[in-house]
């Protein structure tokens, strides 16, 4: 009986924290700018402020892609020029929610959940 009683005030304590964190991104001025992104929401958001703060040390959005991974590696050698798969630098958490993101957006209407088993 203590295992039910424990997963439940786990599941109390992650959606409190939850809560805070949505509380705390619809709070702070560039949460808010970062939640103009289509798939952005206030996790995501509050995740990038966190790691980046207001992001003045990137020159442009391609620097701040290049730094989270999500570029493609380029080569070139001579007249020929190869691009590869995205990069996978930087903070692999951070890269992952806006991958998730991103494929939940895109998600086909197919395979969206639905109601009937």
């Known amino acids: 009986m203590d295992a039910p009683d424990g997963i439940i ?14 509380a705390e991104a619809r ?8 939640m103009t992104i289509p798939f952005v929401g206030p996790m995501i958001a509050h995740a990038t402020v ?9 020159g442009s959005a391609r620097d701040y892609a290049a ?15 190869r691009t590869r798969r995205i990069s996978k630098a930087g903070d692999q958490r951070l890269r992952r929610l806006y991958v998730l993101g991103r494929r939940w957006r895109w998600r086909p209407s197919w395979r969206a959940p639905s109601g009937r088993s």
Not at 27 to 34: G, I, K, M, S, T
Not at 50 to 58: K, L, P, S
């Open 67 to 81: 730094w989270l991974g999500l570029t493609r590696r380029t080569s070139a050698s001579g007249q020929t020029r």
């Open 27 to 34: 709070a702070d001025a560039v949460a808010q700018r970062l």
């Open 50 to 58: 966190a790691a980046i703060g207001e992001g003045q040390q990137f």
């Open 9 to 22: 005030s786990a599941r109390v304590r992650s959606s409190d924290t939850e809560a805070r964190i949505k």
